[in-house]
Each structure stands twice: as structure tokens, then as C-alpha cells.
């Protein structure tokens, strides 16, 4: 069964532990993702950008997460991620998706109360939970490019009206990371992030969560970011074991030898995230 994940991230939040969302790009790919939860009795959020959700197909992926959910016996929510399309976020709901987040962050803040309201008022009846975006996220995610000196860090004023405005249950407000790998550890504004969490009661979502490091997002975690994304790491540390395979032996090309190592490298990598974030055991 797939849940909403607005639950899932107010206990996380109340009980100070966070919880990963992973970026999925394949069936394959969730498969592992739920399979690596289970292994430590981990609650997870798998999700798919508008590419993936073009890719695979939204009623696929829902059919793909729930037979993983039920199979390895964990609560696995699903999540569109970056979705600045009102008619693929509604596509998504029919589906079956539990979240979906509205980023209008590239519009004025008025306009992006407006199209966030839009979705909280299609949504939210649903039990299907929200994410918004106020400041600008730095680097690319699939669609999604914002150059570094266009990158801009969320006013903790503008959350709290944003909330109010809007009555999203979770908020990502942009907070020093980038999407991708950076060279050189981010700059993250754990001040900035402190007084939003002080004046905001949602749940927060970190962005950009590969390539910072385990100890900087703990500690984001701990002042109220419940919900970490987790993208480019995945997907390269899984890619990259497929093209280790083929270095070492070009002609073995039996799906099911060079997939498997494709899975060890994926677990591995959904272990030591949900070990940092300190979702282990919190079903
Ligand atoms: P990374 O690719 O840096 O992990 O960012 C993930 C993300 O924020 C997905 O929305
Ligand atoms: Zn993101
Ligand atoms: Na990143």
C-alpha cells in the first residue's frame, strides 16, 4: 500500500528523524529502492520527475511501487518531484501518487501562492500531500536548470505567509544546496534554516541532497527538514556498476548478471542515506 507522506513526515519531524525520497528513474530502480528500505525496517518516499513520469507512465510506476510496498512489507510513499505542470500533477493524483510537489519557484511569490493554492485545493481532500518551493534551488534536475549566480536563498518571512496563504503541508525552502554534485561541500545557511523552522510548523524538505555531506544533513534534519531528496548519487552509483560490468566483461550480456550488481551498488548507497538520515527502524 502506498501512504500519503504528509504523516510520514510530521512524525519524522516530531520524533526528529528524517526520512529519504528517492529520485526513481526505472522499475527496476524501485524495486531496489524498497527492497534496501526493508532491509532496515525503514519508511521511504520513492519519486519521479515529469521525464520519468513521460518515461515509464504515472498508472506504471504506481502499479510498480505499490507491488513493491506489498512484496517487501514496508510503507513506501510516492512523490512527483519538481512537477510545473497543473495537468500531470492531477494525472498523477487520478493514478495514484500519495504527494506531489507544485514548483512554481521560478515565478513571482504571488503567482506561486496561486498555483500552489491551486494544488492544495485539488489535493489535500485527497490525503495526497504537497510540496512547494520559495527561493531558487541552484544546478539541474532533469527539466529543472537554474544557473549558480540565479540560485536564491527562501525569506523566512515569506515562508510563514506562504504557509499561511496557501496551507501547504510541507515546504522546501531553498537553503544553500544544488542539485547534482558540486565541486567543494555547499554552503548551506543553518541560521536561515533555524528561524524558518522556528516561525513554520510544516515539515521541511531539503534539496539537492547528493554530495553534502552525512553530518551537515543530520543536521539539517534535526532542525526540522524532514524530508531529504536524494537523486543524482542513486542513479550514478547504480549506472556506474553497469559500466564497471561492461569494462570488465564486454560480452557477458545477461541482464540478470549485470543488474544484480546494478541492485548491490543501489542498496548499498539507500542504506547508508537512510543510516544518515535516522530512519532506521522507524516503521
Ligand atoms: P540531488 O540530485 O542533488 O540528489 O538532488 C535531488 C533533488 O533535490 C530532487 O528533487
Ligand atoms: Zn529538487
Ligand atoms: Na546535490
Same mark, same amino acid.
Given at each position: 500500500t502506498l501512504y500519503s507522506t504528509t504523516p510520514m513526515l510530521n512524525k519524522a519531524k516530531k520524533e526528529g528523524y528524517g526520512i529519504v525520497a528517492f529520485n526513481v528513474h526505472s522499475f527496476d530502480s524501485i524495486f531496489w529502492v524498497v527492497e534496501g528500505a526493508a532491509q532496515l525496517y525503514s519508511p521511504v518516499i520513492l519519486q519521479t520527475t515529469m521525464g520519468t513520469v513521460k518515461s515509464l507512465g504515472a498508472k506504471n510506476i504506481v502499479e510498480a511501487a505499490t507491488a513493491a510496498s506489498n512484496y517487501f512489507d514496508v510503507p513506501v510513499g510516492l512523490h512527483l518531484d519538481h512537477c510545473t505542470d497543473y495537468e500531470l500533477i492531477k494525472q498523477c493524483v487520478r493514478a495514484g501518487y500519495t504527494s506531489v510537489m507544485i514548483d512554481a519557484s521560478m515565478h513571482s511569490f504571488d503567482e506561486n501562492v496561486t498555483r500552489t493554492k491551486e494544488v492544495v485545493d485539488l489535493a489535500k481532500s485527497l490525503h495526497v500531500n504537497i510540496e512547494a518551493e520559495l527561493g531558487k534551488v541552484g544546478g539541474v534536475e532533469d527539466d529543472i536548470v537554474v544557473d549558480e549566480k540565479d540560485a536564491q536563498k527562501a525569506v523566512p518571512e515569506e515562508c510563514v505567509a506562504f504557509v499561511e496563504q496557501t496551507g501547504v503541508p510541507t515546504l522546501a525552502p531553498a537553503i544553500g544546496t544544488a542539485h547534482g554534485i558540486y565541486k567543494g561541500d555547499p554552503d548551506i545557511d543553518f541560521d536561515r534554516i533555524q528561524k524558518i523552522a522556528e516561525i513554520v510548523d510544516v515539515p521541511l524538505v531539503l534539496h $539537492? $541532497?547528493?554530495?553534502?555531506?552525512d553530518k551537515d544533513v543530520r543536521q539539517c534534519v534535526s532542525l526540522g527538514m524532514a524530508k531529504v531528496n536524494v537523486s543524482t548519487e542513486l542513479k550514478n552509483a547504480y549506472s556506474q556498476a553497469i559500466a564497471d560490468h561492461f569494462k570488465e566483461y564486454p560480452d557477458q550480456l545477461d541482464p540478470r548478471q549485470y543488474l544484480q550488481k546494478a541492485k548491490d551498488a543501489a542498496i548499498e548507497m539507500v542504506a547508508s542515506k537512510i543510516k544518515m538520515v535516522g530512519s532506521e527502524g522507524k516503521l
Open positions: $539537492g $541532497g547528493s554530495a553534502v555531506p
